[in-house]
């Protein structure tokens, strides 16, 4: 079993290899940067501004938080303001001041996540943007496959289409703004009607 497996995949890396180094290279083979789909493109932009609303919004809880915090450390700290304090405001004080700091990690904690997920998904989106961009233009192209620049210790800059696959994401972003316009007006019409 295991070695028709690595007989397989020794006559797929000739082939592959075959393919790599015919004289059609050119005409067989693109290279895409990944990440320059993502900041240049329409989706991209959309999507880090979505991941930046996001970000600045766990932001101020936080700094909300921390803010508070240091108003009580600054009460702790002086002197005369807790010896004006009952024993049973004081004790008030120190338990308001441990939620805060509860309150203040489970941000953190949240941060993190939060901004981990939004990350993780736009990775996602943006694959699918690319890889069904990239497959529309190899079909025209007559390409045999399209690699990931990262994935390349080194490509003939010439093979690289990445300007091409940005536009074709940005005719797609165009085209979904355009439906979701389109069927936000369609239902305009039908909610005043119900009135």
């Known amino acids: 079993m295991k070695t028709k497996k690595i007989l397989f995949l020794l006559v797929s890396s000739i082939g592959l290899t075959s393919t790599l180094f015919s004289g059609e290279t050119s005409k067989q083979v693109a290279v895409v940067n990944f990440a320059s ?9 959309q999507e880090q501004q979505n991941l930046e609303y996001i970000r600045k919004q766990m932001t101020s809880m936080m700094e909300e938080t921390e803010k508070e915090l240091k108003d009580i450390t600054g009460k702790f700290e002086d ?10 405001a004081e004790e008030e004080l120190r338990s308001k001041f441990q ?3 509860e ?3 489970r941000y953190q904690n949240q941060f993190y996540q939060v901004l981990n997920q939004a990350n993780y998904q736009l990775m996602q989106k ?13 079909k025209r192209k007559n390409l045999a496959f399209v690699m990931n620049k990262e994935a390349c210790f080194y490509f003939n800059p010439d093979l690289e289409v990445t300007d091409l696959v ?5 005719n797609d972003f165009a085209n979904d703004q355009k439906q979701r316009k389109l069927s936000e007006n369609s239902e305009t019409p039908s909610l005043s009607n119900q009135k």
């Open 37 to 45: 789909c993502i900041t240049d493109s329409e989706y991209g932009k």
């Open 99 to 101: 939620a805060l700091q």
């Open 126 to 138: 943006m694959n699918q943007n690319i890889a069904r961009a990239a497959e529309r233009l190899a």
């Open 103 to 105: 309150d203040y990690a």
């Open 166 to 170: 940005i536009k074709e994401m940005d």
């Open 79 to 88: 002197n005369d303001y807790m010896d004006s304090l009952s024993p049973k």
